[in-house]
């Protein structure tokens, strides 16, 4: 099989000699989360294949570490920070978060009720990760004003960026998401201030609302 690996030292040698991996922390974060706690229960032999595995019966899938590894570059991570995560899908990518902007941390919502309990379980010894049940299409509004996220990440192709999740972040900071129709996206980075970046195409399971 294409880029199949047998560990996932293996796998992240394999992003980083391809260039998705750019930086020690991520590379870091990479190295300790490994690919095989998340895949679904029978698809373990798959786990170092750079490819997005179904996740059940969900209809939903566990993102290819390349793809998560752009994104983690493109967030820009630094320790401390808080940041909000729509679309958990199996834990994955909320726990990379979490090794970069330890002991900062990550909420993380998603909509279907078997994915975050599987997540939940997954990310149990992950104590800076809040798994959150619920719609996030809008985004999940912080407590207070003091609460703003750094920064948020749809992990789910959005036709637009929501205003109200940009609202949700601090002035200097951003919303990251795949943005367009089914089928091919383009990874947007959208500041709080209007400007925009655009970080080339992608393909992710499509944004839904309820
Ligand atoms: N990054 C994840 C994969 C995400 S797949 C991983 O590493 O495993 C996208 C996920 O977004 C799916 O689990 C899907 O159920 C979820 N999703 C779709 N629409 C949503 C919404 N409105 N709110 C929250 N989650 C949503």
Known sequence: MINGFSSNTELVQYLI?????????????????????????GS?????????????DTGQTISAPSM????????????????????????????????????????????????????????????????????GSKGFPPYSKEELYDKAVIM?????????LLAQVMKDGFVLAPVGGRGYQNLVKKWKNGKEENYGGCIFVPLRSL
């Open 68 to 135: 998560i590894a752009i994104m983690l570059e493109a967030l820009e991570l630094k320790r401390y920070e808080h940041v909000l995560e729509i679309g958990t899908g199996s834990g994955y990518s909320a726990a990379l978060i979490s090794r970069i902007i330890n002991p900062g941390s990550v909420v993380t919502v998603e909509l279907n009720y078997k994915l975050y309990l599987f997540a939940r379980k997954n990310l149990e010894r992950y104590n800076n990760i809040i798994p959150v049940l619920g719609d």
């Open 17 to 41: 000699k391809d260039g998705y991996i750019k930086s020690q922390a991520v590379a870091r974060a990479f190295l300790e989360v490994d690919r095989a706690d998340f895949v679904w229960p």
């Open 156 to 164: 789910a192709a959005a036709q637009k960026i929501p205003d109200e």
């Open 44 to 56: 373990e032999k798959l786990a170092y294949v750079d490819e997005p595995l179904a996740l059940g």
